[in-house]
C-alpha cells in the first residue's frame, strides 16, 4: 500500500529565505507526482506535476525534483514571500489514485 | 473551462439528516474522484470511477456513504443519515490523461 510522507510537518521562516519542503513515498512504481497549495479554507491549486520519466520542474520561484528510485521528491521555494504561506501537499500517483502525503504547513513571515 | 464544479460550498445539517453534495467535472475527463479532507487524516480518496463505472470504492467509510455517476457530467455523494463525524471538506476531481484537477470543496457541519 502506497504511503506518502512530508516532512516537516510545519515550518516557520522569515521573508527572503530559500526553502526546502520535503516528500517520500513507499511505493516507487509512480506514473506522475503532483504538488499542491491549499490556503486555509480554499481547494487545491495544482503548482507543479512531475512526470516519472522526469527529473525536475521549474516554474517561477519554484522548482520540484524527483527521485523516483529512492522514492523522494523536494519542492524548493527561493525566495520565499509572506504570500507563500499555505499549506503544500505532494500527491503521487498509482494506477489511477492519487494518493497525498500529510501536507507542510508554512509560514513566512515578514 | 469553468473547471470542477462542486455544490453546495458549504452545508450544515442536523445529524441524521441525508447529504447529498453534487460535482460536475471538467468535459472530456474519464476519471472522477471522491476526496475527504479531516484534520486528523488527511486527503482520503473515497471513491473513484473511470469512464462512469465506480472502479474503486475501497475508501468508502461505511454503508451510509453512497455515490453515482449516472452520466459522464455528473456525479453525486450521498450521506444518509449523517453523523457528527462525517463533518469535513469533500473534494471531487477530475482527470484526463492522469492529471487531476480539483474542485472547491464542499464544507459539511453536522451538528
Known amino acids: 500500500k502506497q504511503e506518502v510522507t512530508q516532512i516537516p510537518a510545519a515550518l516557520s521562516v522569515p521573508e527572503g529565505e530559500n526553502l526546502v519542503l520535503n516528500c517520500s513515498f513507499t511505493d516507487s512504481a509512480i506514473y506522475n507526482l503532483q504538488w499542491f497549495r491549499q490556503d486555509p479554507g480554499k481547494g487545491l491549486t495544482s503548482l507543479l506535476l512531475i512526470q516519472s520519466s522526469q527529473r525536475e520542474q521549474t516554474s517561477g520561484r519554484l522548482n520540484a525534483s524527483l527521485d523516483k528510485s529512492s522514492g523522494r521528491s523536494t519542492l524548493y521555494i527561493a525566495a520565499s514571500q509572506p504570500g507563500d504561506s499555505a499549506t503544500y501537499l505532494c500527491?503521487?500517483?498509482?494506477?489511477?489514485?492519487?494518493?497525498f502525503g500529510t501536507g507542510t504547513r508554512l509560514q513566512v513571515f515578514p | 473551462d469553468a473547471g470542477v464544479i462542486q455544490s453546495p460550498r458549504h452545508e450544515v445539517t442536523e445529524m441524521g439528516q441525508e447529504v447529498t453534495l453534487r460535482c460536475k467535472p471538467i468535459?472530456?475527463?474519464?476519471?472522477l474522484f471522491w476526496y475527504r479532507q479531516t484534520m486528523m487524516r488527511g486527503l482520503e480518496l473515497l471513491i473513484y470511477f473511470n469512464n462512469n463505472v465506480p472502479i474503486d470504492d475501497s475508501g468508502m467509510p461505511e454503508d451510509r456513504f453512497s455515490a453515482k455517476m449516472p452520466n459522464a457530467s455528473f456525479s453525486t455523494l450521498k450521506i444518509q443519515p449523517s453523523e457528527p463525524r462525517d463533518s469535513a471538506v469533500y473534494f471531487c476531481?477530475?482527470?484526463?490523461?492522469?492529471?487531476?484537477?480539483f474542485g472547491e470543496g464542499s464544507w459539511l457541519t453536522v451538528v
Open positions: 476531481a477530475s482527470s484526463l490523461a492522469r492529471t487531476s484537477y
Open positions: 468535459s472530456g475527463h474519464n476519471s
Open positions: 500527491a503521487v500517483l498509482n494506477t489511477d489514485k492519487l494518493i
